[in-house]
């Protein structure tokens, strides 16, 4: 099981890029790299999901070297409501269980 | 389409009690899942069911059960209740076959448990 480590807290001001990268030096050849927002009484939410290279969606963008020992999530522009915890979580398509770390809290100040 | 739905949102029980938690998943899901996060921390998976049977289950004891409807609504019981199972319970339902490793899943809310 792949172990994932990421900063405790970040902050930043709005319109501001964010980078959070995490670290999982272990990652197996068939884990995916998956990133979750979670706001305080929340459920987490699916941000965005990567196996290599670059993904992009309309939310966020997915940095994944070549050797995916780590990844960077990159908030482009963010605003006080980005304010929330974002967790890195790796594993298979047959996994069943989804493995969160403490996230990492990112406050945006205006 | 609906997200999932759980109740209640609170509730205050007494250590050696016995709680319920509900949860309706999302429209076109089949398969639900139960995580515990206490404060300050990431959720912890709890079980999965999938088929009314229980497909996967984390490092919880055996007074955390649960159960899937064919309707694929779910319910969370704990029973003996202890001060340390004082945490958020989240429950998330995804689709089999097209999830894994976190995609496709959908949160709901929660429900903040005290125990006292």
């Known amino acids: 099981l792949a172990k994932t480590t990421q900063p405790i807290s970040m902050d930043s001001y709005e319109g501001q890029e964010v980078n959070i990268t995490c670290s999982h030096n272990?990652?197996?050849?068939?884990?995916?790299i998956t990133w979750y927002q979670q706001f305080p009484s929340q459920g987490p939410r699916f941000i965005i999901q990567g196996y290599k290279t670059k993904v992009t969606n309309e939310v966020a963008s997915l940095f994944i070297p070549a050797d995916r020992k780590s990844s960077t999530l990159s908030l482009p522009r963010v605003s006080l409501s980005d304010t929330a915890v974002y967790y890195c979580l790796v594993g298979d398509t047959g996994r069943r269980a989804l493995t969160f770390g403490s996230g990492t809290r990112l406050q945006v100040q205006p | 389409e609906t997200g999932v739905t759980q109740s209640p949102t609170h509730l205050i029980k007494t250590r050696g009690q016995q709680v319920t938690l509900r949860c309706s998943s999302q429209s076109g899901h089949n398969t639900v899942s139960w995580y515990q996060q206490a404060l300050g921390q990431g959720p912890q998976f709890i079980f999965q069911y999938y088929r009314e049977e229980e497909n996967g289950r984390g490092n919880f004891p055996p007074r955390f059960s649960g159960l899937q409807f064919p309707n694929y609504s779910s319910e969370l019981n704990v029973n003996a209740l202890e001060l340390d199972d004082s945490a958020l319970y989240l429950c998330?339902?995804?689709?089999?076959?097209?999830?894994?490793?976190?995609?496709?899943?959908?949160f709901g809310s929660g429900t903040r448990l005290t125990v006292v």
């Open positions: 272990n990652i197996a050849t068939n884990d995916y």
């Open positions: 998330a339902s995804s689709l089999a076959g097209t999830g894994g490793a976190g995609y496709g899943y959908t």
